[in-house]
């Protein structure tokens, strides 16, 4: 059985940092992209990071970019988001996914698998 563990959420206030674990059983992260998602209360759920399987390139939403870094260590089958300068934006439950390529992620393709999600929460 496939399941993805999300990690890390938590309440930082403004300017403060978390680290979210996604740890994969049941898959190999070294022929999956990760994708990392949130949605906040009343939002549709939105990219926020997606991580290719075999050149390991990521690509970030514009709202996270310079302030957000994924690592994925596919011997650990871990994937990191790392969210630096947190603002009260940020605030959603963090969700990551894998499939065997982000296309497939952001399309819902039905084979994807997706974690339980981690709420992150900032305060001004």
């Known amino acids: 059985e496939v399941q993805l563990a999300e990690s890390g959420g938590g309440l930082v206030q403004v300017g403060g940092s978390l680290r979210l674990s996604c740890k994969a059983s049941?898959?190999?992260?070294?022929?999956?992209?990760v994708g990392w998602f949130r949605q906040a209360p009343g939002k549709e759920r939105e990219e926020v990071s997606c991580t290719g399987s075999a050149h390991g390139k990521t690509t970030y939403a514009d709202s996270v970019k310079g302030r957000f870094t994924v690592t994925k260590d596919n011997e650990k089958n871990i994937a990191y988001l790392q969210m630096n300068n947190l603002e009260p934006d940020d605030t959603a439950v963090y969700y990551c996914?894998?499939?065997?390529?982000?296309?497939?992620?952001?399309?819902?393709?039905?084979?994807?698998?997706w974690g339980q999600g981690t709420q992150v929460s900032v305060s001004p």
């Open positions: 049941g898959l190999g992260f070294d022929d999956y992209a």
């Open positions: 996914a894998a499939d065997h390529l982000c296309l497939a992620i952001r399309s819902g393709h039905s084979g994807a698998h």
